[in-house]
């Protein structure tokens, strides 16, 4: 965390967090929510308030 801001520090392609849109995409139109595919891309992750 940097103030009200999240930071990632991540190694790959695209937009550099690792999470494809097209494919973010296709798993939320299976039904998939918003947890189960941020789990889907980021293993052991913790999502929080």
């Known amino acids: 965390m940097d103030g009200d801001d999240i930071c990632f520090s991540v190694l790959g392609y695209g937009h550099g967090v690792g999470l494809s849109q097209c494919g973010s995409d296709s798993l939320a139109k ?18 929080s308030e």
Do not use: F, N, R, T
């Open 30 to 47: 299976q039904g998939k929510i918003a947890e189960e595919i941020i789990h889907h891309y980021y293993k052991d992750v913790e999502i």
